[in-house]
């Protein structure tokens, strides 16, 4: 009854057509189907975003961002046209300008400093995934000063996992979530890996596995926890080692897991206040040393048969002594120093639990063992019947990274892991295909940058000692802006972007002409200390000048950052350009599968809003390379060798065969990985739903590091030139090669200055020490920390021009234990004051039980700059949303002999976000309270949004 | 009609799973952007770029935090749409018969050409589950992707509502209640899916996982490793034998 | 709740309305001749269809709101609208009846006066049948409509008749009216202290399921920024400011009708006096109908975080 009476168009027309492209609302590049239908104005509209179920990152599904596509596509903040600075800068004012006018201004402007000094081009990008591009394009430049976002937002994770084990989690590894038995996380509240980690937590649930968070915050993650360490921001070191410590106590170590695949067994020199103490023992051929058990004698790690002892201390061949890694090791973390109860205090954590917890780990190590009934071969030629699985896994992000003792506790956590023996193999972490890479395969970085010459090799690295650092002759003046591979931080594998406009105000180590950037929004969320970045952006010298005299940025937005630049350069939104997602930069594989993608114009600019005249960033980088002769751009005729980023993702070559595709090469298509550019590669990618997809071979599946099958395949995908064997490095020895610096020994020597804490962190062994700030200052002035997390529904700055995102977070409160509100007299919805040793800020209250008692919260990068976004002047982003980064410095506090450190890591230069201490009260009650700082709004010359919205409304009659 | 129907062929509803959502809200916008183009009218926002923006949605996750005695403070993602209710107050209280449940398969749907927009069942509704369209002026809500579901334009694996194709955990689950063997009815059986407000007497159809029990920090472990470091020659004498063993 | 406006003005005015339609139609002395005739029942409809009127006022769409007369077997309101415009129809007869042969034709009077206290009635069931607010789901709920309805009317009629020479209807009755009616009230308002959502066992355990884990609290709400449902449905007042109103509803509602009445008897005064007595009698029931509203509270708000929200 009743329902006849309705009409329900029960299959209603959907759309005309699907394209399918690859998602850009976060870094995660999840494969979408793009449906398009027609709108009033005729053109093809958006009308739904899916997931494509055939894509390895997502499978199908799609999270808030990658839905709300349609409203960043359609956004009002969308830039129109190439503008030119008009009014002073910071405020916004420009005028329109030609493509034409732009491409010339930004060409002389970057010929002039190329032909005179390139290392006065400074050229930063950040959430971009071109830097394989990017990258490159500045080494032809010849400017030593190009990185990423990386060296702020986790280069500690990457660094400690490639040094430690030739690959990392970030988006290089995953868990084995079919096989896993129990499974940590430890300070990850979204991380890139987005819908991979969800979708992996949804099968650990429906297979009943245990799942331990380890987070100051009770939230997204970590709510769903079987169990939660609210631990001590920046203790995890200490956390971790005494787990390492329990284990080695109840001797729950997979010694064969190290003996085959680590250096446990390498023989460390010990020659007391000698420049070799510490290093390993190597026979001439530069092979380290075991000792023997069988034989009695030191002989080559990589002798076939050794029976390698674990312990003891050996006369070497030369008569120097030497003892294995293990036994260092074991002693360092067996001293009460990590005992369960010598921890608790520090870390937050009770001894009951952590003691618990090793038993867990060891439980789902041990006892649960799995096995894949899979015959391989290992490295040194040994053929095994099965793979067997330690399943237990862990997962790690910038919770962990983002501390001035990031490295450490990186490295720490993989001991742990690797003393188990759970990694790549069944029911541990596991490689995603291009890794495991060892060290000696990852680039040196470049420096000795030559006017009008492009620079001999890639910018960023992987440094293996002093001698290779990037120092002017002097041997202390850093050669880069960022002062990256410098003794402030010598193993900063990604630069230092955060340091980058601070270093060029300050003209140390040396001024800079110009500042290219793309998108990045340095001068708002993505720099500490924001209201002194847009200072220094804004800042004159004498003659009236700005001190940063020229910047040129590249965003699809009216950011905050769009307001400090000279000259803007428009780019298109991400369904309206060629992108590539390749195996040269960051891919998107999964452990079974080798995969890259691209994104292609689904819909065309110039039919997607009035007055839209924005072209591709990358492409815009091409034809500025051509119009200023760079060597890999033109020809020796000065032809132009790309017509645009869609002839270079085919035709450009890396190596011979191997370009910034691997799916589809070769004249007909007909190879894998590597082969001759095929001219219908795009069209290929585009049949297949935008992206290319090889299977890693079943006996490669797993122990990929000394695997034989995996390191053939490598080979024959262009992965790899040579076969190669990862040793996993429980002790590190570049590290021991600074610390020796540090102490008088060798050529390169550090400023005294540094001496004692390079000294004090680059231990070889994975130590834990207190994060800087909280050294630096008083802590019962400063007694609590302060932190941010990645809301699931937003992209850092991005999503607030997103009319459906803004309405889930449109302000940002601070999260504050309630012990905290209560000592200090605050309820919901109080506004409180937040000190910290470098600023003030004035902020909205909410109480909160399930979070660590001294640690208080907020959202990343709801607060926004009046004016900012083509939102309303008085948007609540701007009046009652705020930022926590006028709190952080990017120095630490002075030290007494005046000296200011950057506040990073000491080792890689990873910005320390995360190490902030605060104090808070109760603000006076006022009738209408804002957030402060507040900044005078920035103009806005695009056109007024619509006040309503009702998407789709076109279509409604049909349905 | 605005009277019940006495029974329905099928129970078609969510099965929402408290121990598995993160709280992303995927679910939500997802169903906003296939929502807004499709049944009806648009999903309408008004002030999108300004002070006050306000839309309406089918669904909403909040977040609550619960405090056991003798553990610590957990968090809970709940998300909400309409739970397409057997005794369906929403329906009842409509005086133009706008709004109805569907005999064939129990969904309640409002045909919005009817809808004079007098939100009585919104008042109705103890879930919160209606939102008026603040442009339209008409009463939203779920349609259980009514327009996905039985589509014969779309690929039959994707006939499923929009919110449990996306989201991201797996923690939303859609079938027929009416079948004891359907996934849905399975996963409540095993896992105890309970009724949100029974006492309102409105018989959901959509039904909620609770969390699971979690360890609390003090509990102790159950397995009782020994200490090899207290064995007679100590860690150093154990790694022996260890190696020994290994050959 | 929110208070809209429109629905107070419609709950009290056309309550009133029907009142005196009831009073008129259960033969209420009133003035004679064809100008009461005609101005007596037109004011009554006035009132009725005004409230009537404004109540589509917040309807989204009113150009559909004939659509309301189909549920008469299911939904109150439709019910209502039904009955309402059965029971003018039947007046304006009445009226054209009475304007015609200056009589009052009773039995139909009596079937109008059913008609307009089912009518109130029925207003009152729109609310009253509210599981969802604890407060208005009572019987008291619909008595106190319909015992303010008809004290409306009667104050208005027997004020009215005021106008008729000599004619004087017993002022005793009006104060007998206005205190049963407040004392109802005044038991709704008691019994409200104990109908609270928890009372109707709805808290924000039950709500989420989740009060076998521990206390359950809100810590975010689903969108930073106000919705339809926090409109509409989570509306906070003070309780210094609730009980603030509640003494100027007694004192205008209650008190000075009260006082006039009495006066009138006391004083056999001119009934006329009983219309300023209705006047301040509405008056109140303004500022009471707008604290039935705002003091009611929805079970979505356990959603919100209950009423600290
Ligand atoms: N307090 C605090 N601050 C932090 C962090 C933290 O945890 N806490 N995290 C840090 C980390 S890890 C990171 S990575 C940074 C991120 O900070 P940013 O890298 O600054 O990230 P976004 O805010 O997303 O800004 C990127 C810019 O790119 C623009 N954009 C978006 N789409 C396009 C496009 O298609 N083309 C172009 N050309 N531009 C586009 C946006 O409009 C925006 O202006 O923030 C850092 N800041
Ligand atoms: N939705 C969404 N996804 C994103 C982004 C986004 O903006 N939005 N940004 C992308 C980017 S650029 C990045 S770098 C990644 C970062 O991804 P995540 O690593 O997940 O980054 P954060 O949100 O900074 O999360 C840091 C987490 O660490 C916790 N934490 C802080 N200090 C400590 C500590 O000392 N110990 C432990 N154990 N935990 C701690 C915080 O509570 C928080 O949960 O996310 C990416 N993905
Ligand atoms: S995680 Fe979300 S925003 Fe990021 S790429 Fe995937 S769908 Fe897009
Ligand atoms: S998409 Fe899934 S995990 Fe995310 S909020 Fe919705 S139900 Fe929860
Ligand atoms: S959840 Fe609310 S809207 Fe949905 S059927 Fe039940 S009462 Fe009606
Ligand atoms: S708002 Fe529409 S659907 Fe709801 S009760 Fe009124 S007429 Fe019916
Ligand atoms: S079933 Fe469809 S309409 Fe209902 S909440 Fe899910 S996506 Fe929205
Ligand atoms: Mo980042």
Redesign the pocket.
Known sequence: MGADRHNVDLSPHVSDEIRKTTC?MCACRCGINVHLRTGEDGQPKVRYIEGNRDHPINKGVLCAKGSAGIMQHYSPARLKKPLLRTGDRGKGEFREIEWDEALSIAADWLGDVRMRDPRKLAFFT??DQSQSLTGWWAQQFGTPNFGA?GG???VNMAAGGIYTFGGAFWEFGSPDWDKTELFMIFGVAEDHDSNPIKIGLGKLKARGVKVVGVNPVRTGYNAIADEWVGITPGTDGLFILSLVHELLRTGKVDLDYLLRYTNAPWLVIEDEGKADHGLFARNEAGEPLVFDRQAQACVSSRAPGVKPSLKGQVDLPDGRKARPVFELLAQKYLSDDYAPEAVAETTGVSAVQIRRLAGEIAEAAFEKEVTVDQPWTDMKGERHDKMIGRPVSFHAM?GIS?HSNGFQTCRALHLLQIMVGSIDCPGGFRFKPPYPRPIDGQPKPHGGSQPGEPLPGPHLGFLRGPEEMLLEDDGVTPQRIDKAFSWDAPMSSHGLMHMVISNAHAGDPYPVDLLFM?????SW??SMNSGGVMKMLEDKDENGEYRIPKIIY????N?E?VAYADLVLP????LERHDCISLLDRPISEPEALADSLRWPVVDPATQGEGRDVRG?QSVLLDLGARLGLPAMTDADGNVLYADYADYMVNHQRRPGVGPLAGWRGKNGGSSGRGEPNPDQINRYIENGGFFEAHVPAEALYFKHANKAWTDWAIEMGLQDGPVEIIFQLYLEPLRKFQLAAEGHGERQPPDSHRERIRATFDPLPIWYAPFEGEGIDVGEYPYHAL?QRPAAM????GSQNAWLRQIHGTNPLYVPGPICDEAGLVDGDWAWVTSHHGKIKVPVRRMEAVNGKTMWTW??IGKRSGAWTLDEDAPEAKKGF???HL?HELLPPKADGLRWSNSDPITGQAA?FDLRVRIEKAPPEEHPVSLPQFDPQEDSLPKPAAEIAYGHEWEADN | MTSLPQTTDKALGLVIDLDTCVGCHACIINCKEWNTGGYGAPLADLDPYGTEPVGSFLNRIHTFEVSPDNAPASIVHFPKSCLHCADAPCVTVCPTGASYKRSEDGIVLVDESMCIGCGLCAWACPYGAREMDPVENVMKKCTLCVDRIYNENIPEEDRQPACVRTCPAGARHFGDFSDPASNVSKLVAERGGIDLMPEMGTAPVNKYLPPRPKTKPESASSATAEAVTEKPGGFLGWLDQALEKLG | MHPAISVIFFTVTSGAGFGLIAMIGAGMPLPNGLAAAFFIPALAGLLAVAGLISSTFHLGHPERAWRAFSQWRSSWLSREGVLSVITLILFGLYTLAWMISGERILWLGLLIAIGSALTVYMTAMIYAQMKTVPHWHTGLTPLCYLLFSLTCGYLLAAGLNGFASGASSPAGLAVVAIAIAWACKYAWWKQAETTSLEAAGSTMESATGLGSIGKVRLLERPHTGENYLTHEMIHVVGRKHAAKLRIIALALGAALPLLIALGVWAFAASTLWLVLAFIVLMAGLFVERWLFFAEAEHAVSLYYGGREA
């Open positions: 850009y950040g959430r976002h702020f937002c986790s910038r983002a793309y998108m990045a929004n340095m969320n993505s590249s965003d699809a937005y950011s950052m780019d298109t939104t991400y960033f941010t992209y850092h700055s991005w990343n990068a930022l926590l980064n952080i976000w």
